[in-house]
């Protein structure tokens, strides 16, 4: 193929993550924007929580296009739901809607296939849904693969490709996953990290950080046996305070809220008491001894879409339970 246009078609990535988190800021879930019938097999039950997309690398010649994309190896308890491969599609061009899929590992043919199956168009793209056929694979090796794309555009000619070439979309490669708790991980880590800690240094530092917030709103409503009923109060959190800026891009703060406050006895259905809170106000308000009183907890959450930077790329969580919209005793 000498004489083709080389390309590192790194832009189209960042783009369509930025629309994507963009669309899900305003309100759609991440399951609605997963295109015709979500692309997921129906026996599949567990909804996917992240988006991956990979820019590829591309040689154009005449009418035929090759992609190549490079997958990291990619964490282990992650696993894909749905993979699409997105080209540029505009009124001037007609991509032929038929594809060579290579899949390699180090240089070694692991599958190659056909692919003649389901695509359709969606704003500047053409969507070729490789569920079936890519997803196994990726699972199997939890990426670490190279994956390449052949295919055929009619009407167009190279020099209109070389026009275009500043401004148009460019092929991506997008997963859908689900990573199961993720955020567990990560503070499991981070807390290891903490307690194994033996250095006397950071022991001081831990009392006199204690000590500095001794008279925290917190610590003095509890200690004075008074304070405000159940309800929901501000707590904002700090992804560079907790360590975890370096690699989260938005939101690197956000109020998640917190429930706080003491439940009345004879608890009241205001504050939403389960059957086994109104039992166990009764039997301690016939032996007080008998049972510790309800506490002040979340009773309703909502998620939150975030955007991470890995792999040289970013990539999209939507994590439920994340912000409280209601506290009740229970």
Known sequence: MNGGVKTHFERSSTEF??????????????VDT??????????ITVQPDTVRSFSGLGFIENQRESVTFQLPLLPFQERTRKVEVRFQQTKQQIFQRSLKVIIRQKGRLLHRVRYRGHSYNEDEYLVFDLTSTLHSLINDYHGNLTIEFKGKRGNMTQRTILRREASSPHPILVLYSESG?????????????????????????SKRRLKKHKKSKWISNQTNGVGKKCQIQDLFVDFNLIGWGPWIIHPKKFNAHVCFG?????????????????LQTLMRMKRPLSAPETC?????????????????EIVIRYHE??????????
């Open 321 to 330: 339970d994340m912000i409280v919209t209601e506290c009740g005793c229970r």
């Open 17 to 30: 993550m930025l629309k994507l988190f963009r669309t899900i800021q305003h309100g759609k879930k991440l």
């Open 34 to 43: 997963l295109g015709h019938n979500n692309g997921l097999n129906d026996t």
């Open 181 to 205: 708790d993720l955020l567990k991980s990560v503070y499991d880590s981070f807390t290891s990290n903490e307690v194994t800690s033996s250095n006397p240094r950071h022991k001081r530092a």
């Open 296 to 312: 002040c907890v979340p009773t309703k959450l909502q998620p939150l879409s975030m955007l991470y930077f890995e792999y040289d």
């Open 262 to 278: 003491t439940c009345p006895s004879p608890i009241t259905y205001q504050y939403s008491p389960t059957n086994h809170a109104i």
